[in-house]
């Protein structure tokens, strides 16, 4: 019996230092920042870009964020982001649109478990640099454009998972708002997804 007690009590001991690794970093801390970097999908979503022939183009994001604990379930976590955006079209000429953003998302994370966690939230865009190229003949062209609107406002909405040793993971996508073209009356805007991995200090 005593041999059976003890095993019993080195499994809870067991069992509740996992669990305690995989608790929601509310439950040992009210804030802490990070930095987090991945892969974007980006393409042109609208009404006037469906049938343009364009599709997703790769970029990447990288950056620094705050998480800040309301509450043991919801936290808000703004950040700012360095984010390549764009589209592509793998036509004759193999045009690209490349667009160079600073993201900063406010977002509002609701941990539905211990490691599982939704978000969503708005986010403004800072447009530095937009320019466009294009593959002719063997030859690369490219040329900057001042018809991209500088400011570009939408909603973020995704899935995260917090991991072991302060890592975590998420997926989001990203619904852009703003029209892309400014002076222009057509509705083409940024849409995209991001895959993120990211590290809490």
């Given at each position: 019996?005593?041999?059976?007690i003890?095993?019993?009590?080195?499994?809870v001991?067991?069992?509740?230092s996992a669990?305690?690794?995989?608790?929601?970093?509310?439950?040992?801390q009210v804030?802490?920042?990070g930095?987090?970097?991945?892969?974007?999908?980006?393409?042109?979503g609208g009404?006037?870009?469906s049938?343009?022939?364009?599709?997703n183009?790769?970029?990447?994001?990288?950056?620094?964020y705050?998480?800040?604990?309301?509450t043991?379930?919801?936290?808000i976590e703004?950040?700012?982001?360095?984010?390549v955006?764009g589209?592509?079209?793998?036509?004759f000429?193999?045009s690209r649109?490349i667009?160079?953003?600073?993201?900063?998302?406010?977002l509002?994370?609701f941990y539905?478990?211990?490691?599982?966690?939704f978000?969503?939230?708005?986010?403004?865009?800072?447009?530095?640099?937009s320019?466009?190229?294009?593959?002719?003949?063997?030859n690369?062209?490219?040329?900057?454009?001042?018809?991209v609107?500088s400011?570009?406002?939408?909603?973020?909405?995704?899935?995260?998972y917090n991991l072991?040793?302060?890592?975590?993971v998420q997926?989001?996508?990203d619904l852009?708002l703003?029209?892309?073209?400014?002076?222009s009356?057509a509705?083409?805007?940024?849409?995209g997804?991001?895959?993120?991995?990211?590290?809490?200090?």
């Amino acid at each position: 019996m005593k041999k059976l007690i003890l095993g019993i009590m080195a499994a809870v001991t067991l069992s509740l230092s996992a669990n305690a690794q995989m608790r929601t970093p509310a439950a040992d801390q009210v804030a802490n920042f990070g930095v987090r970097g991945g892969v974007n999908f980006f393409n042109w979503g609208g009404s006037d870009a469906s049938n343009n022939g364009y599709t997703n183009r790769t970029g990447f994001h990288a950056g620094l964020y705050g998480n800040m604990f309301i509450t043991d379930r919801f936290s808000i976590e703004p950040g700012a982001y360095y984010s390549v955006k764009g589209t592509q079209n793998d036509g004759f000429a193999n045009s690209r649109a490349i667009l160079d953003y600073i993201d900063v998302p406010i977002l509002l994370r609701f941990y539905a478990t211990d490691g599982l966690n939704f978000f969503a939230g708005p986010q403004g865009s800072i447009l530095l640099r937009s320019r466009f190229e294009g593959d002719l003949f063997g030859n690369t062209f490219v040329w900057d454009t001042d018809n991209v609107n500088s400011l570009d406002a939408g909603l973020v909405f995704g899935l995260g998972y917090n991991l072991p040793m302060g890592l975590n993971v998420q997926g989001s996508y990203d619904l852009g708002l703003t029209p892309v073209f400014q002076d222009s009356e057509a509705e083409i805007y940024n849409r995209g997804f991001k895959v993120s991995l990211g590290y809490s200090f």
